[in-house]
């Protein structure tokens, strides 16, 4: 079907099946909700902007995304009357937010339009730029000394444009002034209205952050932020950097990887800006809360803790949020494959946590509720054997996800993370969810937060959510990270399948063999070298038969990789 100039790239049928049966509805709260209808007037008010702002912040993200995103957006929206293939292609378009994505399925992104792709870069990119044409750039402009120049290309906050025979990398607060304007204005606003001291003074900072080419203003914006920890109002912008494919792999090469370590230029991907708007939810937080004292515990536990300094050595400061959402937008509702359950910001590149600040965990509880329990009863069936079943406890996947946002907290810092390139995400998130599993046992014991009992619960909701619905691509960090976890759980005895294919657990094995990986995991970062981690990861992502098989079971089931957020505000 043609829209003007572009031609959808799916047709009815499979615009009709995506739809109708491979996206799941997530949705997040009403006005109806008890917390929303007890707030002052005032919060109330301050929220109706603080939604407005967050629209336009998912305005910038689709830009950062596809310079098409807002133009064949527009299009399907004017077009909707036509019929349903433009609705169905608008709500593909809303749950991959953008014209194309990763589904966690398929190996290559679902393209919308025919001839619409996606670059390495994305758009912070220009999208026939190369890999080999980037490199070459860069070296000849280090050959010119334009190092400065260099340093704001390889920056995280900068759209980067040709100049001449160069490259430019042009600060966000240039690339969306005019965005940036006006979310600035309605947080000013949403700050009038609110009536909690902290959280109107961090929307005051916020604001001026968004206004000012100066890293400082996000680094004070973030320490605001950071310190937020019984406000009723939630309301985050995040800034994460899975998106871009293109910056890491100057580490890959040679040449250019001397000379930036030679200048001391500092390499950061490209952040997506996401946008998220909610209420704090009291009890929730409070369970959170529970694990803060174990971080401490836990960084004088990690392996090879005498060769670096962990953040929670420097003292800085933890809070945790349990939010009930309202709204999500831009890197938020990318749900490509997957939807945030939970995130530890401010991340290690950014300068509030360089120079002190504390970190904030938020955890998304309207995602981690969602679940098609007959679905998850046949593949346990299908896939578990019998005895295992009573462990099997969607709602104990939160523990283990405290445990893994905490693990983000520790270990070796940005300049280790960061040198692997490529490969940084996945060994981060890697070692996140080991260090999880790792000291499961040994806080249970020591904090008596859980039970022996609900120790095997944890343990088996987490082996069961290694079950992968499709071989992984590198771009899908936390995916390939599963892959890694399970075979090294299996090559080690840990788990093990019967003449029926189904699994089996041993317990005890389990905290040993994941702390040999652990340690492991620690020595690539520690390498700063992407040869190491490449390596690493090519050892421990091998798609066997056995993937292969809960791989084709779970597709006999029937899968749903596409997420329609149901937003009530």
Known sequence: MKLGNFELNLTSEELKETVSSKMRDIELITPEDKTYAALPEGDKKALVHLIKAAKIINDVALKQDHELNLTLKKLLEDNLALGEDVRNAYKLFLSLNGVAGLNGVDKEPIEI???????????????DLSVEEFHDILIKMFENNKIEEIKRVLSGRTMVR???GELEGIDYTVSFAKEFSEIANELEVAAHYATEHEFKDYLGWQAQALLQNNEDMDMLADKHWAVLQHNRLEFTISRENYEDELTGTVFENPRLKDLIEQHQIEVNP?????????LNNLEGTDFILKSKETIPYLAARMPLCEQYVQKIEQGNKQTMVDADLMMLTGDYAMCRGGITTAQNLPNDDKLSVKTGGGR???????????DDAARTKKMLDALVA??????????MMHPFVIGHENGHSLGPDSSYKNALGVYAHTIEEHKANIISACFLEEIARAFGTYTDFEVKQIYTTWIVSLFLKAEPVLSEPHRVADLMEFNHLLEHQAIWFDSENKLHIAFEKIAPVIHQCLHQTIEVQLSKSPETAKKFIEKWCKWSDISAYIASVQQKLGLKPYIHLITNF
């Open 386 to 395: 019998p005895q295992f079943h009573q462990y099997y406890q969607k709602n």
């Open 270 to 278: 490209k952040d997506t800006l996401g946008c998220r708007v909610g």
């Open 113 to 127: 339009f025919k001839g619409v792709h996606q670059s390495k870069g994305k758009n912070f990119y220009p999208a």
């Open 162 to 164: 040709r100049k001449g």
């Open 360 to 370: 904030r965990n938020v955890y998304h509880r309207q995602v981690r509720f969602s």
